[in-house]
């Protein structure tokens, strides 16, 4: 069993101006994300400029923020934020959702590529290389918060959280940071070296969703469920029934992506 280490949720503190973790995992993830989609259009020899990505990135940074917010105030708390409209903006007392957050970006891709003229899947593909990026950078941010933990564990991995009880928990933020984060990241990496499979537009895209989805899926049965929340149909957290269509659709569109032939 471990004990939290209860790091400051303040990373930088120049008195006045304070960034938290969780601030600072989105400015990382997204410039991290920035570089290596720069890296790969190079490496690939894509034509796509600077600018244009440059575009998407911001695009997608709106998505994220407002989807993610969105997202969370409508599957988690609808009641709490409808009755409270103003609670809605305050962002910085957390509440951001991933699934919502991913409709946000498909948003952004899709805006993107109807203004710049590049096939959306050229966009969602490069997005989905570099998702793990931010994604592991959030699960840390959460971590350190001592948010989102798991549920109660005997397991040696158990530890205890200031805002969880006495008793030791899972923690699912680390177990997502590793699955949804490097092991994700990893597939990914080698997905784009496989030449055949790169050049099969979308291709990337669905498999990204459909493993985000499987890793997200199993996790939930060690994350604690939202309080307000607790479990639904068939004993699922709400992450698993927004989970569910990732894994279908991602697999049914790896199946069509993959089978694609290439003048297509």
Known sequence: MFQFPNINPIALDFGIVKISWYALSYIIGILSSWYLILKI????KIQISNKIISDLVSNCMVGIVLGGRLGYVIFYNPEFYFDNLIEIFKIWNGGMSFHGGLIGVILAVIYSSKTSKIPITMFSDLISIVAPIGIFFGRVANFINGELFGRVTNHYFGMIFPNGGKLPRH????????FEGIVLFIIM????NKQKLFEKKGFLTASFVSLYGIFRFFIEYLREPDGHIGLIYFDFSMGQILSLPMIIFGLYFMIIFYNKKMDQ
């Open 189 to 192: 990496i080698i997905l784009i």
């Open 171 to 178: 923690p699912s933020q680390l177990y997502e940071a590793f």
């Open 41 to 44: 259009i190079k490496l690939k």
